[in-house]
Nanobody
Framework: QVQLVESGGGLVQPGGSLRLTCAAS????????MGWYRRAPGKERELVAG???????NYADSVKGRFTISRDNAKNTVYLQMNSLVPEDTAVYYC?????????WGQGTQVTVSS
C-alpha cells in the first residue's frame, strides 16, 4: 500500500524558510517522477515543483528562485526547501507522483506565512 507522509510545515514570518519532507513508500521510488503540490484557501491544488527520476526539476513561476526540490532515493524521500517565503505561500502542501495519482494523496502539511 502506497503511503506518502509530509512533514516540516509550520508558522513562519515573511522572508523566512522551511524545509518540507515527504517519506514515500512507493515501489521503485527511484523511477518515479515526484512533485510537491499546494492548496491555498479558496484555490485549487497546484503543482509547485517537480523532479523526475533523472533529477531534472521544474517549478511554478511563482516559486522559481525561492524553492528547491530534491530527492534522496536511498531514503525514499523528497524534500522541498522554501526560502524567502511570502504570505501567498500559505497553503497545505502535499507530495505525490507527478502527475498526481488520486489514491496517493496524504494529509499534507500546513505552511502559514504571517507576521
Amino acid at each position: 500500500q502506497v503511503q506518502l507522509v509530509e512533514s516540516g510545515g509550520g508558522l513562519v514570518q515573511p522572508g523566512g524558510s522551511l524545509r518540507l519532507t515527504c517519506a514515500a513508500s512507493i515501489r521503485l521510488f527511484s523511477l518515479a517522477a515526484m512533485g510537491w503540490y499546494r492548496r491555498a484557501p479558496g484555490k485549487e491544488r497546484e503543482l509547485v515543483a517537480g523532479i523526475n527520476s533523472g533529477g531534472t526539476t521544474n517549478y511554478a513561476d511563482s516559486v522559481k528562485g525561492r524553492f528547491t526540490i530534491s530527492r534522496d532515493n536511498a531514503k525514499n524521500t523528497v524534500y522541498l526547501q522554501m526560502n524567502s517565503l511570502v504570505p501567498e505561500d500559505t497553503a497545505v502542501y502535499y507530495c505525490n507522483t507527478s502527475p498526481g495519482i488520486a489514491n496517493y494523496w496524504g494529509q499534507g502539511t500546513q505552511v502559514t506565512v504571517s507576521s
